[in-house]
């Protein structure tokens, strides 16, 4: 299974970026599909998930600021990041979790500066 995320990029305070991600190479849907981002010297921390059910989770500070949203494939999930912040910055990772095991993308980069 790999995942490709993409959308990157480097952005100035308050602005907007969409990211994708699709995993490939498994017949089984993913059960979770989400982001984690890692900012330097900083611990990899959850942004967003989201369930087969249709639930959605966030961590705090992006709640209201960020969105995820699943495609038509259920393997297929984006991340819309509105007024972002500098201090968003950081590499974003894809995650899923097909039948019970963890895979992760390669990261993009998300840069918030003037």
């Known amino acids: 299974v790999q995942l490709q995320a993409s959308g990157g990029g480097l952005v100035q305070p308050g602005g907007s970026l969409r990211l994708s991600c699709t995993a490939s190479?498994?017949?089984?849907?993913?059960?979770?599909m989400g982001w984690y981002r890692q900012a330097p010297g900083k611990q990899r921390e959850l942004v967003a998930l989201?369930?087969?059910?249709?639930?959605?989770s966030y961590a705090d500070s992006m709640k209201g600021r960020f969105t995820i949203s699943r495609g038509n494939s259920k393997n297929t999930v984006y991340l819309q990041m509105n007024s972002l912040k500098p201090e968003d910055t950081a590499d974003y990772y894809c995650?899923?979790?097909?039948?019970?095991?963890?895979?992760w993308g390669q990261g993009t980069l998300v840069t918030v500066s003037s």
């Open positions: 190479g498994s017949v089984f849907s993913a059960s979770v």
């Open positions: 995650y899923a979790l097909i039948i019970r095991t963890a895979y």
């Open positions: 989201f369930t087969d059910d249709g639930r959605t």
